[in-house]
């Protein structure tokens, strides 16, 4: 283990070893590469360009270890962005395609780059990091920690082929004294993390992609794009790795947006990890958060209240209810045909209703049961009017034709929209309108098997036309095989809609790349959950951190976590949750759940009480299909799934 003294014994032969390869290097160059070369003796790796004291318009050297790749640049000031730009070619051109022993490949924007100069720390023209001397312990972060040393010597080894003019330099690890203190050094700590990332070798994906994936980063859309694929298939991962790419080329602020409320913050910390040194110019937020600031900006006040929503449908629901009732007894059957059709898909007159064909709804109506329909509509926009309240929908009707009558001033340079089968119609094309036209613009990221709001569209019907620029994601990462086996038991679709009204791929399509993990079932009355429950999180094969708790139906998750905290469990909810794994079970709603992954999930079904008609039935089931499998699919490597019942229990254990 090296001491403090074997680490200055390092960094005087990385000095020594430096002067022998590189006599004429400037003093200040020569520091910065003597510690990074100190490294050396630990788990890093350094291949220094034997030009040097030349300059050349290509990194100084590139240092690979747990934190990943970087291409380093040297000098007294940082680069211009025509000298970037050739480095950025140099390095990328070399590096992409760099492959691991898994055959997944290196893309460029799993690469680096860091300038080290004396000036301040901070951005550089916003495409590379700028560190001063001191600042270098940040490369070696432990939380960035995401390569085992069978990555790092893989990408040295191809490195020293591919990066001609560049030499490998080394020195001995230094000798292995316990310190008197009991501490361990950085470089010790680094050891720590590459076997830990050894255990999970998830995070890889922050400089490894599948070949597929890291086609689908770089490549150029003449136009709208879309990603599908099942779930875990990495089409998240991809996008972040697209945004890095995408802004290391344009200027101007990139947005990536989705209609789930908590996911934008848990996607900017791995963002975050992936280009710290873009971090700021990729805007996270959901979209619903996004159109409140762009309305406040344009001065247009709403008055949107969950309460007044409420009422305003309950009165109309008094008013027209009745016949509709008869029809299909379930209030939330029309309240969903109010929302997520009429309004959702911007319907404003009864023609266009009577028109419009209602994807994705099990009932089917005649133009007179569509009129009763529109009364219940009229009523609960007038009760809505009365109270000078609007709705959900309303506000991003208003932003739609705020943005069509004055557009940004200053545009995205691209706009990325994740989970994309849950936004409705409209929402869809306020998002067209943001992104604008050209190239590269807009990329629509989701999977139709995952929806867990009812109703439908297809791309076309929001007039992005996509063709040709459709991919398929396939590999699924995030679940073990065991997990997976379980999670496909939920795949009843006979087709899956690739979210534009053609086939696309499903979970039991899906390849699956992890083996191992485990699923547990459980059945038992509500009595008898309590001390399932918490015996289950008392023997987690995981941290607690790392797990999370999913209950169906969300009304009754006061249910376990009254449980939970009687028993002092720390627990977090999935509302609050922004990708701190820390140290509290997650605790919340599919819906919260969605896009997310976990180490070990727990999942407690209660019986569902409410009493609906046929077509709410069908409807109800299938969406409830596509959330267990939004839930079971959330689990890396341990699932338990516990069905709550009037009945004896009974316990099995499957994968
Ligand atoms: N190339 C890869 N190498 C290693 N791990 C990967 C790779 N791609 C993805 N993963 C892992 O799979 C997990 C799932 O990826 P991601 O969230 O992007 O999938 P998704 O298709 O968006 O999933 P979902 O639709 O279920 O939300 C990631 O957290 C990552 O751990």
């Given at each position: ?11 005087r ?14 003093a ?9 070369l100190?490294?050396t ?31 380093v ?20 051109e ?6 691991d ?20 720390s901070?951005?550089?023209?916003e ?5 001063t001397?001191?600042?270098?312990p ?6 960035a ?8 010597d893989?990408?040295v ?54 070949p597929?994936?890291r ?14 694929g099942?779930?875990g298939?990495?089409?998240t ?5 697209r ?7 344009s ?8 209609f ?11 963002f ?13 937020v959901?979209?619903h958060?996004w159109?409140r ?22 009165l ?5 209810g ?9 209030e939330?059957?029309?309240?969903t ?6 309004k ?22 005649g133009a007179?049961?569509?009129e009763?329909?529109?009364?219940l ?5 007038e ?6 309240a ?7 009707s ?8 004055r ?6 340079a ?10 409705t119609?409209t929402g869809?094309r306020?998002?067209n ?14 999977d ?10 297809s791309l ?21 095989a ?5 999670a ?6 006979t087709?899956?809609?690739?979210l ?6 499903s ?11 485990h ?5 038992g009355t509500?009595?008898e959950l ?17 797990t ?12 376990c976590t ?8 720390p ?5 609050r ?54 839930a079971?699919?959330?689990?890396r490597?341990?699932?338990w ?10 316990s099995?254990?499957?994968?």
């Amino acid at each position: 283990m090296p001491s403090r003294h074997a680490q200055r014994i390092a960094e005087r032969e990385s000095s020594d070893l430096l002067s022998r390869h590189h006599p004429h290097l400037d003093a200040p160059r020569r520091r910065v590469l003597a510690a990074l070369l100190s490294r050396t003796a630990g788990a890093w790796r350094l291949l220094v360009d034997d030009a040097l004291p030349e300059r050349a318009a290509r990194a100084e050297a590139f240092l690979a270890g747990p934190g990943g790749l970087f291409a380093v640049l040297l000098g007294e000031h940082p680069p211009d962005e025509d000298t970037f730009e050739t480095i950025r070619r140099h390095a990328e051109e070399r590096c992409a395609g760099i492959r691991d022993h898994r055959g997944q490949v290196l893309t460029g924007s799993g690469l680096h780059f860091v300038f080290i100069g004396p000036g301040r720390s901070g951005r550089g023209v916003e495409r590379y990091w700028t560190l001063t001397e001191r600042d270098l312990p940040r490369l070696f972060r432990r939380d960035a920690a995401h390569l085992t040393r069978r990555h790092v010597d893989a990408i040295v080894e191809q490195a020293a082929t591919r990066l001609t003019g560049y030499r490998e330099l080394r020195v001995r690890p230094p000798e292995r004294a316990p310190e008197p203190d009991g501490l361990l050094s950085a470089d010790e700590l680094t050891e720590d993390e590459v076997s830990g990332a050894q255990l999970r070798p998830f995070d890889s994906w922050l400089t490894f992609l599948h070949p597929q994936q890291r086609a689908v980063v770089t490549r150029h859309y003449n136009g709208p794009a879309r990603i599908s694929g099942p779930a875990g298939t990495g089409k998240t991962v991809v996008v972040l790795h697209r945004l890095r790419h995408l802004a290391r080329r344009s200027t101007g602020p990139l947005l990536f947006t989705t209609f789930v409320r908590t996911l934008p913050a848990v996607h900017e910390q791995s963002f975050r990890r992936l280009a710290p040194e873009v971090g700021d110019r990729v805007e996270f937020v959901n979209l619903h958060a996004w159109v409140r600031e762009f309305l406040q900006s344009r001065g247009v006040r709403l008055n949107v209240q969950r309460e007044a929503i409420t009422t305003a449908f309950a009165l109309a629901w008094r008013k027209h209810g009745a016949p509709l009732a008869a029809i299909e007894p379930t209030e939330d059957y029309w309240r969903t045909e109010l929302h997520r059709v009429i309004k959702g898909r911007g319907i404003t007159t009864v023609d266009d209703y009577l028109r419009a064909a209602r994807k994705g709804r099990a009932l089917r109506l005649g133009a007179a049961q569509k009129e009763l329909v529109w009364r219940l509509y009229e009523a609960y926009e007038e009760r809505l009017a009365a109270r000078a309240a609007h709705d959900y929908n309303d506000m991003i009707s208003v932003a739609l034709e705020e943005l069509t009558t004055r557009p940004l001033e200053h545009g995205y340079a691209a706009v990325v929209v994740d989970e994309v089968q849950d936004i409705t119609l409209t929402g869809l094309r306020l998002i067209n309108r943001l992104a604008g036209e050209g190239p590269n613009r807009l990329l629509l990221v989701g999977d139709g098997q995952q929806q867990v709001y009812p109703g439908g569209w297809s791309l076309s019907d929001a007039g992005i036309p996509i063709q040709g620029r459709g991919e398929v994601l396939r590999v699924n990462y995030r679940n073990r095989a065991g997990v997976l086996t379980f999670a496909r038991r939920f795949d009843a679709t006979t087709q899956v809609d690739d979210l534009d009204g053609q086939a696309g791929v499903s979970l039991l399509q899906a390849e699956s790349a992890n083996p191992g993990g485990h699923s547990h079932t459980w059945t038992g009355t509500e009595d008898e959950l309590a001390g399932e429950l918490l015996r289950q999180v008392r023997e987690l094969p995981v941290p607690l951190g790392q797990t999370a708790l999913i209950v169906f139906p969300p009304a009754q998750l006061s249910r376990c976590t009254r449980v939970l905290r009687e028993a002092g469990v720390p627990m977090l909810s999935l509302d609050r949750y922004a990708g701190e794994a820390g140290e509290s079970l997650k605790v919340g709603s599919v819906h919260r759940a969605k896009g997310l992954d976990f180490q070990a999930v727990l999942v407690v079904e209660f019986p569902e009480r409410e009493r609906a008609g046929p077509a709410a039935e069908q409807e109800s089931d299938e969406l409830r299909g596509r959330q267990n499998l939004v839930a079971a699919t959330r689990a890396r490597d341990f699932l338990w799934w516990a069905t709550v019942r009037d009945q004896v229990p009974a316990s099995t254990v499957e994968g």
